[in-house]
């Protein structure tokens, strides 16, 4: 059974950093792309960073580009979201989700069938 947990979220003024960790279990981590999207209230979801099974290709949103990293380490079957010079437009429930089989990355949300539970992120102005 995979599972991906997500942790880090929490309240940060605008200007400010936090770092999202996903833990995933269940399969072989290494093999698969992962992603990170978020929800914000009253809004889909939307697609935020994407890293393939290798860590060396990523791709952001036009939104967080420059702002964001996007990071796996495969030998503790985990995948990271460094978020830098938080906005209040950020504020968001923070999803990482892992694609069934395959190692490329990928900014459709259906591309994605194991998703965590979800982080709260909240930027204050």
């Known amino acids: 059974q995979v599972q991906l947990v997500e942790s880090g979220g929490g309240l940060v003024q605008a200007g400010g950093s936090l770092r999202l960790s996903c833990a995933a279990s269940g399969r072989t981590f290494s093999n698969y792309a992962m992603g990170w999207f978020r929800q914000a209230p009253g809004k889909e979801r939307e697609f935020v960073a994407t890293?393939?099974?290798?860590?060396?290709?990523?791709y952001y949103s036009d939104s967080v580009k420059g702002r964001f990293t996007i990071s796996r380490d495969n030998a503790k079957n985990t995948v990271y979201l460094q978020m830098n010079s938080l906005k209040p437009e950020d504020t968001a429930v923070y999803y990482c989700?892992?694609?069934?089989?395959?190692?490329?990355?990928?900014?459709?949300?259906?591309?994605?069938?194991?998703w965590g539970q979800g982080t709260q992120v909240t930027v204050s102005s």
């Open positions: 989700a892992s694609r069934r089989s395959s190692g490329t990355y990928s900014s459709f949300l259906s591309d994605y069938v194991y």
């Open positions: 890293i393939d099974w290798t860590g060396r290709s990523t």
